[in-house]
């Protein structure tokens, strides 16, 4: 898949956001006021700005409110109410905790729910391609989920949580790797099935339709070289999980807190560049392209 | 279920959108003949606020019934496209730099018949006048022939001849869209070559219509693309071997006995006597008084004109007059075919195809054509006056085009494949080949060559013809050639089409003599068109000592921005299909059906933007401005004011024209009648075509059946019936060979002795064509045309250029094994005359000595309206670069031509190559790379969204 | 609209015999051409002539190799568009409601007002045959000229989809799948018309003919041998049996 910035800033930044989210629904930490405000502008300048890039790669982002309305097969329009409710919870939420002090639990705790379903749907928008076999496993929502919950902890400053989250999130990335690795050959789709022709031999892409590129081609195909990928992977794991960990497990210090979250956003990036890049849409059969 | 409109009354409940499903699809629908390709459909040009919206095939129309294929329906990008030459230009810069004024076109005509009119009245064959994808060469060379230069032809001689001349020498019609498969009735189908390019629509939905009915089809090609894709069975043959394979299958059904005997004695020459004494008349047909051959009467014993009723042809007996033996053709070919050097077994390795194969081919085309015949009851009378209760019917049909005849041997390989089909009785018969009016016709009823030299007089006949013996060449007093390209000369006596691929050489070298202007249309002919292109751009700009260029002036005529505008001094630019009148016509290439005459019109359905003009109509004025005979009334006034007026009001014999229905002052009249001025009117009316229908019991066996030949002649194809029989044998060409052993007053150059009585060979051979100086190159290299294309003009058009806009060379498996090559690697490709550097691609499913690319792509910069760094530019590439017009030197001194020694077919199909992997091109680009024309139209925009219609 | 009706009352769809597909991209320009200047928006061509020229296409042709265990390498064209599948991800998808599955006929259509251009439904589709107009910004789709299907203004005959209409080989038949008795359901019956990619569930309406066996009258040989016994070995002989066979004549 193109992996185009809109997608992975989206992601990225929105799956930490609503991490955030869910973290200061349950009043972890437990603040209010100025400490409460900047939590909640951290929170929702992540999940919004997240939100809003996303539009970006719309054809007509004027239209985008349509996408409220397929909320019962649509898992991107689930994630559009999740995501509006959530924001909307937390913002009274917020109200609360920020100007009048208080600590309405139940709005946090429905908030904290939408904001975890908000990740739960936008992973699901990935889960259910079956076009896309690395994206088709029940490891895709672990993941998304294990992040923001891991990046929000961490985000939260729930330093106890986030370690735990954090190994979590890096043993689920490891396992999403290594069977991710072999889900397009285990889909049992090639470009026999994809022809039909397979029973007759062994089937070869010649001439392409069309000598230039095409819409396809361009979204659905890229390919990122096996060595390249490994060592993105390094990177992304060691900045994702190894330098916050590490890090926290040194006396607190603001900034050591500040460079493991800029660390572990970073590396949550560049995974979610490999997810995209990685992942292979079956039309590249057609195509003789993986 | 109610329905809303279209919509379900569910659909409306589920809330489902309403839609328009019956939207207005046009304002009007005009019909006329598509120019995309030289299939000539018919198409419906669907009109929006004036403009073309939408173009479709013509249900009615004979050739497509409606179907179209890619470039058809891609029309609308053609008739907008960027390319298009909007003014007369002349040249300001040097030649091939691309640099032009914009000049009016009284400019333009003056200029032209400045230069013209002096060369008519005093030397006409200074003028060489070419015509390329020309669909009117019945006018065009109409124009020549008044003109008085010898110096005409279209492209013929680089297109096809072999398959052309070979047909009508051997059975007076050829394949390309002379003829068809029956497509109803056949059940076996052998294609042999690339055969893609002419008539391939009709080709297209032949080959799904006998799927249909479970019919089989083998494709001989080396290959496997397009239809031979689709072919039940393949056969990869080694290039140029055509011939063996064929001789083989003969050798094979003859062993066999699986040949049509009686169909041989009465419609071939099989049975004709021929001279075996040694001597100026061996090897000639034993004629009567009237000059008819004979044959011995099986019912007499006696020798008796072929055609004289109730004679009934012995393919066996021998005669002895004048203690000379007479042997019947039909000996010669059993000793020659029987002999054992046909045997699969001997030619297998050379074709590259098991001998079982080859056995197993020949047992198919038997078991089908004997075991499967069929038969029609249908009633029908020969020419001898014999009345036939039923048609025999041997369901195995063959088709070829340039893949065989593109070799230095091609005429002979086309000759032996027609042999083939006389020997199964498969020509003119249900399930074989038909023929399409104006054919079936034999050589005899076509004119011989003509090209005296005489200032301010028309030639006596057509440039262009079919010599009949040495009698016929074009050679002046001292024997040196009449025509520029040396047509119809020893080096190539049947060279019907002329050769247009020596023009520019020959007119470059002076030799045989220098010319003046050289003038031609739709040719291009500094790029794709000609062998040895780079050479070939020198030529066109090359100078004089004195700074003058060597071919002084150069017009040239074209709807688009291509290649060769950039070396013409004056260019006349021409409109698009749809903006011009046309007619496809009898006297020419007509769109005839196996089963009726038919003939059809362009007309203007749009009128054009631009300041340009039909190229014909504009040949017309210049015939005015310089009063050339024929063109002219007594009175000195003009005959036509333009093409349209030509069309309708020439007549070549009274009452035949250019077009053959609608005649008669109510039009009411088809094939001969008096001139209608509503003409074109009616030809509108009817969708822009016109269908006579042969009648039924007349519609097979032509060149025999007594209704057919009646109905030809009703029509105006002929003047008087002309049954004839099927040439096995040809007389003409052993009537060279007689020459080349010392025969006879006209006499060959000695140089050339020895090729002749090798190559004019009145029985079908075959030789190897592997040329002087190919030592170390030993890979075939072949080019095709795609389909979605048709030459250059595909590229210019937005929707075509996506689908091929770059060519790789298709490189067999083992080939890319053997040179570590991957795709998208790249090669440097070399032949005794150049090499080139490209890109690759491998292709399994190929003959695995074989390589081959897409035929012009490749495009130079600055050409086509393209943007500089175009891929057809950058990456695309032409194979032409390898082929050289002269075969390399043989070490007598001379440079003998890349052609066919029968009919000078240009033998690009011959070119053998080396391949070595190379390092990218540093820029990335297909070598060699030609420096930027500059464009005289610009480059077209950058984004598209057609859309005609509000 | 996204969610799939439960049935539909026909199957309207393409049977495509590559048995008889010679590549020649006839379906491709006259799919353009019809669907630039009719439903929606124009198909639009960037960079038209350029470098890097590339529009949209509802239909395209590919070609494979196919290298049997036994024989020569085949070579199969390979026409693809939207299959209309009865089970379309990319309407469950869309978050619009923009996709959407006709229940008249099956027809998978895009209304291109309701379009946002997420680019989802194409994720979804396993056959690539949904396109992004980059011009318009919204997604394009075969729609089975439905505004040829049902027109009244084209004479009855014409009421196809304009790549079936203008196939020259006839490899591209109409009709509705969903009738067991229609034509093309007869035709995939009797030539064991398949589904591409059937393992993702999308139950394509659309089928694919398989080509026919190929490359076997060598294996022929030997019932074919008797054909070919010689009546004669060389050429005195064939004289022979030719006076003979002349007599039966």
């Known amino acids: 898949m193109h992996p185009a910035p809109s997608v ?62 397929q909320w019962r097969s649509s898992w991107l329009s689930r994630e559009g109410w999740c995501a509006v409710i959530a924001l909307t919870v937390m913002g009274l939420y917020a109200i609360g905790a920020v100007f009048l002090g208080q600590k ?13 379903a908000t990740v739960f749907t936008t992973s699901m928008i990935y889960t259910q391609l079956k076009t896309i076999p690395r994206w088709n496993m029940k490891l895709t929502p672990a993941l998304f989920l294990s992040f923001g919950l891991a990046g929000g902890a961490l985000l939260a400053g729930q330093t106890r949580l986030a370690v735990p989250l954090l190994l979590i999130a890096a043993t689920i990335q490891a396992l999403y790797w290594w069977q991710g690795d072999k889900a397009f050959a285990k889909s049992g789709t090639n470009l026999g099935t994809a022809t039909g022709l397979g029973s007759r031999g062994e089937v070869r892409a010649f001439e392409p339709p069309h000598t230039g590129t095409n819409y396809l081609l361009r979204e ?45 956003l970073a590396g949550v990036a560049v995974s979610r560049w490999l997810f995209f890049a990685q992942a292979e849409h079956v039309v590249g059969l057609y195509y003789g392209k993986r | 279920m109610r329905k809303v409109g279209s919509q379900s009354l569910r659909g409306a409940l589920l809330n489902q959108p309403v839609i328009d499903t019956s939207p207005k699809v046009s304002d009007e629908v005009r019909k006329t003949t598509c120019y995309m390709c030289a299939c000539r459909c018919g198409i419906n040009v669907h009109m929006k606020d004036g403009k073309v919206a939408y173009i479709e095939g013509n249900r009615d129309h004979p050739v497509n019934k409606g179907v179209l294929c890619a470039k058809g329906s891609a029309g609308i990008m053609q008739v907008n496209a960027p390319s298009r030459l909007r003014k007369p230009l002349r040249r300001v810069g040097p030649r091939g730099s691309g640099e032009f004024r914009e000049i009016e076109w009284d400019e333009a005509i003056s200029t032209a018949v400045g230069w013209l009119n002096e060369l008519h009245e005093t030397a006409p064959q200074k003028l060489a006048f070419f015509t390329g994808r020309d669909q009117s060469q019945s006018f065009t060379s109409f124009w020549a022939q008044h003109f008085g230069t010898p110096n005409y032809a279209a492209h013929g001689g680089f297109c096809s001849v072999n398959m052309a001349a070979g047909g009508i020498y051997t059975m007076g019609g050829a394949f390309w869209e002379f003829g068809q498969p029956d497509w109803e009735h056949t059940k076996l189908f052998l294609l042999f070559g690339v055969a893609e390019d002419h008539d391939s629509n009709p080709i297209k939905m032949g080959i799904g219509k006998i799927k249909v009915r479970g019919a089989r089809v083998i494709g001989v090609n080396p290959i496997r693309s397009g239809y031979n894709a689709v072919a039940d069975d393949w056969v990869g043959i080694t290039p140029g071997t055509d011939g063996l394979f064929i001789l083989s299958l003969i050798h094979v059904l003859m062993k066999a006995g699986k040949i049509d005997l009686d169909y041989l004695a009465r419609y071939t020459n099989a049975p004709v006597l021929v001279n075996a004494a040694e001597g100026p008349e061996k090897g000639l047909f034993l004629r009567d008084a009237d000059g008819k051959p004979l044959v011995v009467d099986r019912v007499t014993g006696e020798p008796t004109a072929f055609d004289k009723p109730g004679v009934r042809p012995d393919l066996s007996a021998t005669y002895d007059k004048d203690g000379v033996t007479h042997r019947p053709v039909f000996h010669l070919m059993a000793e020659k075919y029987l002999s054992d050097d ?36 249908q009633e029908w009378t020969d020419f001898r006056g014999e009345t036939h209760s039923k048609m025999t019917g041997r369901p195995v049909s063959f088709h070829a085009m340039r893949g065989i005849s593109a070799h230095a041997n091609g005429f002979q390989t086309c000759r032996a494949l027609h042999v083939l089909q006389i020997l199964l009785g498969t020509i003119e018969v249900p399930g074989g080949f038909r023929f399409k009016p104006p054919y079936p016709k034999p050589v005899e009823a076509h004119p011989t060559p003509h090209g005296d030299r005489r200032p301010g007089r028309p030639l006596e006949g057509p440039h262009l013809g079919f010599p009949r013996g040495p009698e016929d060449l074009l050679l002046d007093e001292n024997g040196n050639a009449q025509r520029i390209d040396k047509a119809f000369t020893w080096e190539n006596p049947m060279s019907a089409h002329g050769l247009m691929h020596m023009v520019i050489s020959n007119a470059a070298a002076g030799d045989p003599y220098k010319i003046d202007t050289l003038f031609m249309y739709m040719a291009n002919m500094s790029w794709n068109s000609s062998m040895n292109t780079k050479g070939v751009m020198e030529m066109l700009s090359a100078k004089t000592e004195d700074g003058k260029y060597v071919i002084p002036k150069i017009i040239y005529s074209d709807a688009y921005s291509s290649e060769m505008v950039a070396y013409a001094d004056l ?8 903006e011009r009148h046309d007619c496809i016509s009898l006297l020419d290439r007509p769109i005839c059906e196996a089963d009726a005459a038919a003939d059809a019109i362009r007309w203007p359905v749009v009128a054009p933007d631009r300041d340009v003009r039909g190229f014909q109509s504009v040949l017309i004025e210049l015939a005015n401005r310089m009063s050339l005979p024929g063109f002219t009334n007594e009175d000195g006034t003009p005959k036509w004011k333009d093409y349209a007026d030509y069309i309708v009001t020439h007549q070549r014999k009274p009452g035949i024209g250019p077009l053959a229905g609608f005649r008669g002052e109510n039009g009411d009249k088809e094939g001969r009648g008096a001139v209608n001025p509503d003409q074109l009117n009616r030809y509108i009316e009817n969708g822009g075509f016109y269908v006579a229908h042969i009648p039924e019991g007349a519609d097979y066996y032509k060149p025999w059946n007594t209704a057919y030949q009646d109905w030809a002649v009703g029509m105006g194809l002929y003047d008087s019936p002309q049954p004839y029989l099927f040439q096995l044998y040809s007389e003409p060409m052993r009537k060279f060979q007689l020459a080349a052993e010392g025969h006879g007053d006209k006499q060959p150059p000695d140089h050339l002795r020895q090729r002749l009585k090798d190559t004019m060979d009145p029985l079908p051979i075959w030789y190897e064509t592997d040329q002087q100086g190919n030592e170390g190159f030993t890979v075939n290299a072949l080019t095709q045309r795609p389909m979605a294309m048709y030459h250059s003009w595909g590229t210019q058009n937005a929707w075509l250029r996506q689908l091929h806009g770059r060519n790789p060379l298709y490189v067999p498996t083992k080939l890319m094994r053997e040179h570590g090559l991957q795709d998208g690697d790249w090669a440097k490709v070399s032949s005794p005359h150049g090499e080139i550097t490209v890109p690759v691609m491998e292709m399994a499913a190929l003959n695995e000595n074989t390589v081959w690319t897409w035929n012009a792509i490749g495009k130079r910069k600055g050409a086509w309206a393209l943007q500089q760094d175009a891929p057809e530019a950058t990456k695309g590439f032409l194979l032409n670069h390898l082929i050289h017009e002269l075969l390399p030197p043989k070490g007598d001194g001379m440079r003998w031509a890349n052609s066919d020694p029968v009919t000078g077919q240009a033998a690009w199909f011959d070119l053998k190559v080396k391949i070595e992997k190379a390092a990218p091109p540093e820029d990335a680009e297909s070598q060699p790379e030609f420096s930027p024309i500059k464009s005289p139209v610009g480059t077209g925009p950058k984004d598209l969204a057609w859309k005609v219609g509000k | 609209m996204t969610q799939l009706p439960q049935s539909t009352e026909r199957k309207m769809g393409l049977v495509i015999d590559l048995d008889t597909c010679v590549g020649c991209h006839a379906c491709v320009i006259s799919c353009k051409g019809w669907n630039t200047e009719n439903y929606g928006a124009p198909l639009s061509d960037q960079d038209a002539y350029g470098s890097n020229p590339s529009g949209t296409f509802l239909n395209r042709v590919h070609s494979y190799e196919v290298q049997p265990d036994q024989g020569p390498a085949q070579l199969i064209h390979f026409p693809k568009s939207c299959l209309h599948c009865e089970d379309a991800p990319c309407v469950t998808v869309c978050p619009t409601g923009a996709s959407y599955k006709r229940v008249e006929d099956g027809i998978v259509l895009v209304n291109e007002s309701d379009c946002i251009g997420c680019g989802l439904c194409a994720w979804s589709c396993p056959y690539g045959a949904r396109e992004m107009d980059m011009a318009e910004g919204v997604m394009k789709k075969c729609t089975l000229c439905v505004d040829r299907i049902y027109n009244e203004n084209l004479p009855e005959v014409d009421r196809v989809p304009s790549c079936v209409r203008t196939c020259p080989a006839g490899a591209r038949h109409f009709g509705d799948l969903g009738d067991p008795e229609s034509d093309v359901s007869k035709l995939v019956a009797e030539r064991e018309g398949m589904d591409l990619m059937p393992e993702m569930g999308t139950k394509p309406v659309n089928k694919y003919l398989p080509p026919r066996p190929k490359d076997q009258v060598e294996d022929q040989i030997d019932i074919l041998a008797p054909l070919l016994a010689p009546v004669a070995e060389e050429p005195k002989g064939f004289i022979g049996w030719l006076d003979k066979a002349l007599e039966k004549l």
């Open chain 1, 104 to 116: 309405w639990s139940v709005l946090g705790v429905i908030g904290s729910v939408f904001s975890l």
């Open chain 2, 571 to 578: 260019i006349l630019p021409d409109t698009t299909y749809l």
């Open chain 2, 342 to 377: 046909h045997a699969p077994e001997n030619v297998a390795e050379r074709c590259g195809i098991p001998a079982k194969r080859i056995r197993a081919i020949a047992a198919e085309i038997a078991r089908v054509a004997f075991d499967e015949a069929i038969e029609l009851d």
């Open chain 1, 220 to 264: 659905f195909v890229h390919v990122v070289g096996r060595k390249h990928a490994e060592k993105l992977r390094i990177i992304s794991f060691l900045l994702a999980f190894f330098v916050p960990v590490v890090l926290l497990f040194l006396p607190f210090n603001h900034f050591f807190a500040l460079i493991a979250v800029v660390s572990h």
């Open chain 1, 8 to 69: 992975i800033i989206f992601t990225t930044l929105s799956g930490l956001g609503f991490g955030l989210l869910f973290f200061l629904g349950l009043g972890m930490p437990d603040v209010t006021g100025w400490v409460a405000f900047v939590f909640f502008v951290i929170a929702y300048g992540l999940s919004v700005g997240g939100l809003m890039a996303s539009t970006f790669h719309l054809g007509h982002p004027e239209r985008a409110w349509k996408a409220f309305t």
